[in-house]
Structure formats: structure tokens, C-alpha cells
């Protein structure tokens, strides 16, 4: 990736949250992260309400047949490049879902995955390390 | 009278089987008259509906309609068998509301279906989904299944 | 005649809430006359994967159908596997599932609260609510090791036992907890603006709530009486001292008033719940060596209202049924109810009234429509921009 664009979507990354077939604590983790806590906007991360505006897409869940080909569609209207972070087992693996008849593949086969945040749920913390080593890694390169 | 005798004495004679376990109580009933019951037990006894349930045990197909009586805090399961070949039972939203969903789910999960339902279409699962599989009907060649016999392969496949 | 109707989705992606659920909302100009909801983009088949595991590994499993609710699901599918067996579990279990089961009540309904400001444009209040119900989270961690998905039941007892050394912090988070939500409850309940969004919108009777088979916070908000906490006790609830809050009026701040009134309830139940512990002594759990064939009920009151599940064994070591039904799948279908009727600016609030938990429900993008669309962030612009004209206008009588 050229230089430039590194710095555009490294230095203030927008994010776009996508809940696939997820339990809801790793939703209410990501939002966690926003409140007084943690407050990541001070770094200017800020959750955008389309995939229009985002850098960084975090998808948590696990994918079912229903969503996947919605899944498929968001990524594409993703502007790229865009980085995707999986959070949380289900969404790295499928964690205890995968046996079920409605899974559809863990995410990085469907979409690809740059980075994965494991944990159910991980806590805020790893998914702040996990997003800064994204960066570092990409910034290094 | 307290609503459980009052529901006992009123249908004795129709139950096929009628246990009471640590206040549970479940009572076999025949399916023609299910919705005489319900209506009694739904409208008389104000007895709370909670949900539905159906199993399929390989020979019949039952639902368990679960109703509580908040007031003491037991838990009456109407039960009905219903045909494997020909699954057909009435359905119970003329008498109120809350059965929608779950009668929807239960058609599409055991392939049931519930006379004057007045939408019994895909709720649950994908669009691609083939109509005449129910995941949680027993196969056919696992009904009369040898328990020595390999586990059956999926057929399902998608791409 | 004509068809005037516009149909507005929400979602499958939503901004504003977190899980995957499509509504469609039809609409005459800016009234609500229909509502539809498409189904099954959370649906992970969790009452047949159940099926596959031990008995001992089902908690594991349940508790994750919802993140919020995840210590109710386990408790009532152990009631059901204990009501299967008619197994009686020590007493020092019984206090240490209802001190984690009134805990995850606290914080559930602070992230309501939260969320429900955070829909009328009140983000204050959002981030206010979501910064005191922090000291809960660092409460669960400690007692259980894990912020969400406690891992705490299994069939007998619990898995965890708790230390005494915890309870002087225990103590100094919930007395911090206690007068932030005070004050809380006097600003939300007091503010003339929230009141106006709030009074008199959604109302359901007891009558919708009997047909819908509503339960929970919403049951309670219009005045029917029913907890199962009080109904069928399990835990330790017959031997504590708490009160059901029962509201009548039925409209949305019945349902915000009920919910924090609740949080005090719990803080009393979790107080008395560590002052017992203290004296009792002994086992945490009982083994189940062996479930014999028979079916099982059992249920619990989450925060959202009754979980439901139902067990059925055949002496083997996993269920061969295991029904899950989730609170919020009576109480969504009640939006037919209190969304109808009413303005599009009013839906949202209305939709989240509930507290839906879709996860729970369904365990198990653009729309074809005939006239112009409205997006998410739209609707949530109509909401604020009510909250506003209000504030604008000054005091509403």
C-alpha cells in the first residue's frame, strides 16, 4: 500500500461495527470502548453509522446462511482499502456454533481478515492492543 | 376451587394421561379437542401462554403446549401425537396472539401444519433453504435405526 | 384507492443497534400504520447443537445465546435439569446464583437506560449510564473471572465459590453504584423533556399483555403482576426480603420507571445475599451422576422476564430436546401494539421499550417499496430532532 494511504487510515480510523450472528457481548465491548472508561475517541476513533465513511470494519459473530451474502454485499461497498478486525471466537473460529446447521465459515472465508481479537468476549483492552498492533504492523511495512 | 382442580375436573375425561411431577404437570390430550382446552385454560383460567414445543420421537410427531398459572406457580404441558406422515393440527391464533410465532417456527423446524394459520411462511431460515427439509425431524432412514449402524451422512449441501 | 403507504426498513445493519434485525414499518405520512419483522439473521440453531452436548456442557453453551442475559439461561436450564432429576442444591449455592443473577440485573438495566437515552438523542445519559454500570463489570471480574459469560452454574450448584475478602469491594462499588443511580433516576424521571417523549407513548393494557403472553418489565409496567422470582421461587429469592416494583400507566416511562426501580431491589438482594454468605457455610455443588429419562421445566426471571427451557432425557448423557424460549419473543410481537398508532419519530423508543434482545430471539437491505425510502440515520435525525423542537419550545406543561 503507498505511503500515503497508510497515513490516512491510520491516523484517525473510522470504524464500522458488524454484527453477524454474534451473542452481543462483544457489541456491547465495542461500544464500551467509546464510553467514559475507555473513550477512544480521544485518539479519533469514531463509530460511523455507514460503511461509506469507515477505514476499519470490526465484525464480531459468527456468519450464518442468512447473512452471509448481506456480509459479502457491505464488504463490497466498502471504499478500499479497508481494514477488517474479527473480534471475538466466534467471529475468528466459530467458536461453539460451528457445528450448527446454520454456519456458513468462520469470517475470514468470506470476507478477508487482517487481524483477529480472540477472547469470548475479549475485554476492551485487547481489542485496543489488537487495533494498535494492526497499525504498527502496517506502518512497519 | 383453585384453577388446576378446576381444569382436572373439567377435561378428566378426555385425558389419556395425566402426570404431576414438583409442579409440573403434563396431560396427554386427544388433538381434536385441543382448542376446547386452550380456550378454557387461556380464557377462563387466565392462565399465562408461555410457548410451544415440538419433538419428533421417530414414531409420532408430539407439541407441547406450555401453559403457567402464575398464582401458584405451577406449569401445566398440553400434549397432543400427531400423524408422522401427515402432520395437521389447528392452529391456536384465532384464540390469541402470541401463538404466531412460535407456530411459524414449529411449521418450518418439524414441518407441521397448523390449520388456519394465517401465514405460514419462512421466518427463521435462509432463502436458499430447501422447503421440504426440517432439521429437526428425525431422518427416515434413522426411524427404526440400528443402534450399530454408522451415523448418517448430511445430504445437504450448499455453496 | 390509491396505496399511500411508505415503507421504511430498519436495518438488517443498523447503526444505532448493535445486532442484525430488519423491521419494516408501514407508514401514512408520519403515522405508523403496519409493522413487519423479518426474522433469522441471528439464527444460530442453538436448541439443536444442544443436543449434541453433555449435560455438564450446555451451560457453556446457553449462555451464550445472549451476552446481556448470560447468566440467566444457564440458571434456568439447570432449574429444568434439576426439576428433571428433583434435585435439592445446597444453600450456599442457592445465595451465590442469586447474588450473579441480580448483579447481571443491575447492569442489563443500566445499559437500557443507557440506550434508551441514546435513542431520544440524549447521549448524556447514555454515556452517564454506561460509565456507572463500569464498577458492576469490575465487580463481576472479580467474583467470576470474566466481564460477560460467567461460566458460573452447572447442574448442582456452581462452579465458583466466592471469597469473603471480596466483599469489602464488593460493598464500596455498589455504594457508588447506589447514589450514582439515584441521582440518575431523579434527572431522567424529572427531565420535562424526556417526560414529554416518553408519557403516554407505546401503551400497552394488560389485555395486549395477556394476548402476546408478554412477561417481564413490560408485563409490569401495565400493572400485571407476575415475577417469577415471586411465582415459582428458585435460588434463594423466598428467603430474601425484596419487593416486585408494579407500575400501571403502561406507556414507555412506566417501563423506564420499572426498570430503575429494579436496580434498587437488586442492590438490596445482593446486600443481604453477602451478609448470608458470610455465615453459610459448606458445599457449592452436588454432583448429577446420572439424569434419568423424563422431561424437565425450568425457568428464570432475566432482566428482559421469564426464560424459558425445557429438558427432555432418555437416560443417556445429553438431552434429547432442549427448548430455549427467550423472553424477548413474546414481548417483540408486542410492537404491533405500541408502535402502531403512533408517530415515526416515536417508533424507536418504542422499539427499544421492550429491551429487544434479538440474539435471545431468533437463537434459533434495501426493500422493494413504492414510493421514496427512508434510511436508519434518518430516522434517528426525526427522533432528535423531536427531543430538540421540544427543548426548544421550553418547558411542555
Known amino acids: 500500500m503507498a505511503n500515503w494511504k497508510i497515513n490516512m487510515l491510520t491516523r484517525s480510523p473510522w470504524v464500522f461495527h458488524l454484527a453477524a450472528a454474534s451473542c452481543n457481548n462483544c457489541d456491547i465491548e465495542i461500544l464500551d470502548l467509546l464510553t467514559p472508561r475507555h473513550d477512544v475517541e480521544r485518539f479519533g476513533i469514531v463509530l460511523v453509522g455507514s460503511i461509506k465513511h469507515a477505514d476499519v470494519l470490526l465484525v464480531t459473530g459468527c456468519v450464518n446462511r442468512k447473512n452471509v451474502a448481506r456480509i459479502k454485499r457491505l464488504y463490497d461497498e466498502a471504499p478500499k482499502p479497508i481494514l477488517v478486525v474479527a473480534i471475538g471466537a466466534c467471529a475468528c473460529s466459530g467458536n461453539m456454533f460451528r457445528t450448527g446447521y446454520q454456519f456458513a465459515g468462520p469470517f475470514d472465508k468470506i470476507i478477508p481478515v487482517h487481524a483477529y481479537v480472540p477472547g469470548c468476549p475479549p475485554k476492551p483492552e485487547a481489542m485496543i492492543d489488537g487495533v494498535v498492533k494492526l497499525i504498527t504492523k502496517l506502518k512497519n511495512k | 376451587m383453585d384453577s388446576k382442580n378446576r381444569f382436572q375436573e373439567k377435561f378428566q375425561k378426555i385425558f389419556s394421561e395425566y402426570t404431576e411431577v414438583r409442579k409440573r404437570i403434563y396431560a396427554t390430550i386427544p388433538t381434536a379437542s385441543l382448542r376446547e382446552v386452550v380456550g378454557f385454560l387461556f380464557h377462563d383460567l387466565t392462565a399465562r401462554f408461555i410457548i410451544a414445543s415440538g419433538f419428533d420421537n421417530g414414531k409420532e410427531i408430539e407439541i407441547l403446549y406450555h401453559f403457567s398459572f402464575d398464582s401458584s406457580g405451577e406449569i401445566i404441558s398440553l400434549r397432543v401425537f400427531l400423524d408422522r406422515n401427515k402432520p395437521e393440527v389447528d392452529s391456536l391464533v384465532p384464540l390469541f396472539r402470541g401463538a404466531f410465532w412460535i407456530e411459524r417456527e414449529i411449521w418450518e423446524f418439524l414441518g407441521v401444519n397448523f390449520r388456519e394459520h394465517p401465514r405460514l411462511e419462512k421466518f427463521l431460515f435462509s432463502e436458499d433453504w430447501p422447503e421440504s427439509y426440517h432439521p429437526y425431524q428425525v431422518p427416515p432412514d434413522r426411524t427404526n435405526r440400528d443402534p450399530n449402524a454408522p451415523p448418517a451422512q448430511s445430504k445437504l449441501k450448499f455453496d | ?397
Open chain 3, 1 to 397: 384507492m390509491e396505496k399511500k403507504e411508505v415503507i421504511v426498513p430498519i436495518g438488517p445493519y443498523h447503526p444505532l443497534l448493535e445486532e442484525p434485525e430488519f423491521f419494516k414499518l408501514f407508514c401514512e405520512g408520519e403515522k405508523v400504520v403496519g409493522i413487519d419483522w423479518i426474522a433469522g439473521y441471528n439464527h444460530r440453531g442453538i436448541e439443536k447443537i444442544s443436543e449434541g452436548k453433555s449435560y455438564d456442557q450446555v451451560p457453556f453453551l446457553v449462555e451464550r445465546i445472549c451476552g446481556i442475559c448470560s447468566t440467566s439461561h444457564p440458571l434456568a436450564y439447570v432449574n429444568a435439569v434439576e426439576n428433571l432429576v428433583g434435585l435439592e442444591i445446597p444453600e450456599r449455592a442457592k445465595y451465590i446464583r442469586t447474588f450473579i443473577a441480580e448483579m447481571e440485573r443491575i447492569h442489563s438495566h443500566l445499559l437500557w437506560v443507557g440506550l434508551a437515552g441514546h435513542f431520544l438523542g440524549y447521549n448524556t445519559v447514555f454515556m452517564w449510564a454506561w460509565k456507572w454500570r463500569e464498577p458492576t463489570l469490575d465487580i463481576m471480574e472479580l467474583v467470576t473471572g470474566n466481564r460477560g459469560n460467567y461460566g458460573i452454574m452447572c447442574p448442582g450448584g456452581v462452579r465458583r465459590d466466592m471469597s469473603e475478602e471480596d466483599f469489602p469491594f464488593v460493598q464500596s462499588k455498589l455504594d457508588d453504584i447506589k447514589t450514582k443511580v439515584e441521582m440518575l433516576t431523579k434527572a431522567v424521571l424529572d427531565d420535562p423533556v424526556l417526560l414529554a417523549r416518553l408519557k403516554g407513548v407505546g401503551i400497552l393494557t394488560a389485555q395486549d399483555i395477556h394476548n402476546y403472553g408478554a412477561v417481564g418489565p413490560v408485563a409490569r409496567a401495565s400493572g400485571v403482576a407476575i415475577d417469577v422470582r415471586r411465582d415459582d421461587p428458585y435460588a434463594a429469592y423466598n428467603m430474601l426480603d425484596w419487593e416486585m416494583v408494579v407500575v400501571t400507566e403502561g406507556d414507555m416511562l412506566a417501563r423506564a420507571k420499572v426498570r430503575l426501580l429494579e436496580i434498587f431491589q437488586s442492590i438490596k438482594i445482593v446486600e443481604q445475599c453477602m451478609a448470608r454468605l458470610k455465615e453459610i457455610k459448606g458445599d457449592i455443588v452436588v454432583k448429577v451422576r446420572e439424569v434419568p429419562p423424563g422431561e424437565g421445566i425450568g425457568h428464570a426471571e432475566a432482566p428482559r422476564g421469564e426464560c424459558f427451557h425445557y429438558v427432555r432425557s432418555d437416560g443417556t448423557n445429553r438431552p434429547i430436546r432442549h427448548k430455549i424460549r427467550a423472553p424477548s419473543y413474546v414481548c417483540i410481537p408486542t410492537f404491533e401494539k405500541s408502535v402502531v398508532g403512533g408517530q415515526i419519530a416515536d417508533a424507536l423508543i418504542c422499539l427499544a421499550g421492550v429491551d429487544p434482545c434479538y440474539c435471545c430471539t431468533e437463537r434459533l437491505s434495501a426493500v422493494a417499496e413504492n414510493g421514496k425510502t427512508l434510511d436508519g440515520e434518518t430516522l434517528l435525525r426525526l427522533s432528535v430532532e423531536k427531543t430538540e423542537a421540544l427543548k426548544a419550545k421550553g418547558t411542555p406543561v
